[in-house]
């Protein structure tokens, strides 16, 4: 495991941007002959934002982090670097970070890079960021967010009912504090959540791009494939010891932590994850209800849509879970002290 311990980098504010459109886990089930009652007692999902075409996740990350930046009235030239995590970039190149520094008007002198990853892609990001503020700098931007409706099947009802697309900014800055990471990744899970078609392994052409008929509905190759099963088995496989690594290496018990805040897979895994790390349920936030899995956004997003007004007021100790696609894992434990978080937006 890469365990990490930042001492002077810590969260300075965090904002969340939706899609208008909303849609209905019950539209969509009449539609494909499903029973919606069901679905909604095991993700947990009712409703989910989805992105119309002319929207992708930077859109949605630079309207956060518009937002975000007039509250904290932070200068854009004071911003040292940019990081943009996501899986639906706007393009394969160049970097979307780079447009997104161009968009917000920052500095030349900004670092701009990409990073792909997913369902732990959040902590993932804020390692990053803590990182290259422990190291020196002293402000940066993490944009995290994912239009993951774009690249899977409405057809296919192994994805159709899970996804909502969203974008999130987090502002990081030089400051006293404490936080732990614990990170690892298994590359051996990687065709159990993969798009296989579209890159330079196969490139997209006029039969891969094409749906035929698969267990769960219509898929093409170029959209996800996920095994249901094997991204539960992994779960509880590493996640319950990936949390008492972190409790161990922060020299926490689980009494100290305030909330935990979780990767919103779906509600019967992570009800089932709280049980094997033993943790009550009303210490573990859901905004699948509302927002569905937004992928590498779920964690700002569940922080923005529960916690907002706790984190905007007073100091909370939150211990945050990332899993999945890769397999990929990541885990911090850190507080959150009266941060700026506007209220959630909506982009038409």
């Not at 897979?265 to 905004?287: D, G, Q, V």
Request: glycine share 8%; proline share 4%.
């Amino acid at each position: 495991m890469a365990r990490t311990r930042f001492n002077n980098a810590t969260i300075a504010g965090l904002a969340c941007t939706f899609p208008e459109n909303e849609v209905s886990t019950e539209s969509l089930a009449m539609s494909l002959g499903v029973n919606a009652g069901r679905l909604v007692s095991i993700t947990g999902i009712e409703n989910r934002r989805v992105a119309p075409p002319y929207i992708c996740a930077s859109d949605l990350c630079a309207d956060a982090a518009e937002r975000l930046l007039a509250s904290l009235g932070w200068k854009k030239d004071s911003i040292e670097a940019l990081i943009f995590v996501s899986q639906t970039p706007d393009y394969i190149l160049p970097a979307t970070a780079c447009t997104l520094q161009h968009r917000l008007g920052l500095s030349k002198e900004c670092a701009s890079f990409d990073v792909n990853q997913g369902c732990s892609g959040y902590i993932y990001g804020l390692w990053l960021a803590s990182s290259l503020v422990e190291t020196g700098l002293q402000r940066v931007l993490l944009l995290v967010g994912d239009t993951s409706n774009r690249i899977s099947s409405e057809e296919d009802k192994s994805v159709a009912f899970l996804f909502g697309d969203s974008g999130s900014a987090t502002a990081l800055e030089r400051r006293p504090a404490t936080s732990h990471f614990v990170l690892g990744t298994d590359g051996g899970g990687a065709e159990n959540l993969i798009i296989k078609a579209g890159q330079c392994r196969q490139r997209p052409n006029c039969v891969n791009c094409l749906r035929t008929e698969v267990e769960s509905g219509k898929r093409s190759p170029t959209e996800l494939f996920m095994d249901g099963s094997e991204v539960m088995a992994f779960t509880l496989r590493e996640v319950p010891p990936l949390f008492e690594q972190l409790l161990g290496y922060a020299g926490l018990q689980r009494s100290q932590l305030d909330a935990i805040v979780m990767h919103q897979a779906n509600k019967f895994l992570i009800e089932n994850l709280a049980r094997k790390i033993e943790m009550p349920m009303e210490y573990i936030p859901l905004s699948l209800q509302e927002f569905g899995n937004t992928s590498c956004a779920s964690i700002p997003v569940t922080i923005s849509a529960c916690l907002r007004e706790a984190v905007s007021a007073k100091s909370l100790t939150l211990a945050l879970l990332g899993f999945g696609v890769g397999w990929s894992w990541s885990a911090c434990t850190l507080s959150l002290d009266s941060i700026s978080a506007p209220e959630i937006a909506f982009l038409k």
